[in-house]
Nanobody, 120 residues
Framework: QVQIVESGGGLVQPGGSLRLSCVAS????????MGWYRQVPGKERELVAL???????DYGDSVKGRFTISIDNAKNTVYLQMNNLKPEDTAVYYC??????????????WGQGTQVTVSS
């Protein structure tokens, strides 16, 4: 029903920047929130940034001041601008979207993830 596709991951040097994109497509009536989470082997998936429509963004403590989330409601797309990247940011980044497929049905979807590697 709702497809979530992330892009923009890759290899970057410490101190560099990267911009992730995530687009939701399919039968979508409204999107209530979109966010980014990340996970490394052996660790739990953690919140990176969350943006609710009409609200203010919420960031994980480790990325505050470095990452910025934004949503383009018209395009059903969320972005994550990552600056001053550190090796500790290396992880698979997942996009999440919550909303309504119709006036009667809600959805909660995850993307497949995109790898971000920060290394010299």
């Amino acid at each position: 029903q709702v497809q979530i596709v992330e892009s923009g991951g890759g290899l970057v040097q410490p101190g560099g920047s990267l911009r992730l994109s995530c687009v939701a497509s399919g039968i979508i009536f409204t999107i209530d929130s979109m966010g980014w989470y990340r996970q490394v082997p052996g660790k739990e998936r953690e919140l990176v940034a969350l943006k609710k429509s009409g609200g203010f963004p919420d960031y994980g403590d480790s990325v505050k001041g470095r990452f910025t989330i934004s949503i383009d409601n018209a395009k059903n797309t969320v972005y994550l601008q990552m600056n001053n990247l550190k090796p500790e940011d290396t992880a698979v980044y997942y996009c999440n979207a919550n909303g309504r497929a119709s006036i009667l049905e809600s959805f909660r979807s995850w993307g497949q993830g995109t790898q971000v590697t920060v290394s010299s």
